[in-house]
T-cell receptor
Framework: EPEVTQTPSHQVTQMGQEVILRCVPI?????FYWYRQILGQKVEFLVS????????KSEIFDDQFSVERPDGSNFTLKIRSTKLEDSAMYFC?????????????FGNGTRLTVT | SQQGEEDPQALSIQEGENATMNCSYK?????LQWYRQNSGRGLVHLIL?????REKHSGRLRVTLDTSKKSSSLLITASRAADTASYFC????????????FGKGTTLSVSS
């Protein structure tokens, strides 16, 4: 069964550094998402992306964050200048249609540790 | 906010027992979805129930939806140790459906 893949599985970075988290969504999916989960807490929505543009973003997704679909397969999340509080699991997801009509398929996440 | 809230936060049962988790949400929905998360892993979709449906089954899972009470329940029958996980309900952020918002989840522990 097709799956969403995320790399790396674990990223350690120093405060103030830029990080790029990578995702390969399921090939025939059109909608893409990033979520994050701080250890032991809820899964928080960051951003949704469709037709090469952001369709929705949360308050968490400030100017430090950006997303890109650089080619036909990858979907990336960039954090420009990491802070300690950015330490979390970051999950990428994709869906065939919008989330109202179809389920989201999640990757296994990237654990980001900011020191 | 469309956000669902699960209840209870944590549930511990023995293998073979049934587990019931509840979800409440605040505004009208097109559908409600349930997901499962094993520790340290991504979420896995379980069931999608539409607003015009009252009940849906998938194997040992039964989901009900009461739009008048703005609530849903997930029942896992004859639970197994492998059902140990966190379970989340999710609803669309808005009528445009541009994002899916998750509740805080119920952590289910099934002991053998």
């Amino acid at each position: 069964e097709p799956e969403v893949t995320q790399t790396p599985s674990h990223q350690v970075t120093q405060m103030g550094q830029e990080v790029i988290l990578r995702c390969v969504p399921i090939s025939n999916h059109l909608y893409f998402y990033w979520y994050r989960q701080i250890l032991g807490q809820k899964v928080e929505f960051l951003v949704s992306f469709y037709n090469n543009e952001i369709s929705e973003k949360s308050e968490i997704f400030d100017d430090q964050f950006s997303v890109e679909r650089p080619d036909g397969s990858n979907f990336t999340l960039k954090i420009r200048s990491t802070k300690l509080e950015d330490s979390a699991m970051y999950f990428c997801a994709s869906s065939q249609t919008g989330p109202v009509g179809s389920p989201l398929h999640f990757g296994n996440g990237t654990r980001l540790t900011v020191t | 906010s469309q956000q669902g809230e699960e209840d209870p936060q944590a549930l511990s049962i023995q293998e073979g027992e049934n587990a019931t988790m509840n979800c409440s949400y605040k505004t009208s929905i097109n559908n409600l979805q349930w997901y499962r998360q094993n520790s340290g892993r991504g979420l896995v979709h379980l069931i999608l129930i539409r607003s015009n449906e009252r009940e849906k089954h998938s194997g040992r899972l039964r989901v009900t939806l009461d739009t008048s009470k703005k609530s849903s329940s997930l029942l896992i029958t004859a639970s197994r140790a492998a059902d140990t996980a966190s379970y989340f309900c999710a609803t669309a952020l808005n009528q445009a459906g541009t994002a899916l918002i998750f509740g805080k989840g119920t952590t289910l522990s099934v002991s053998s």
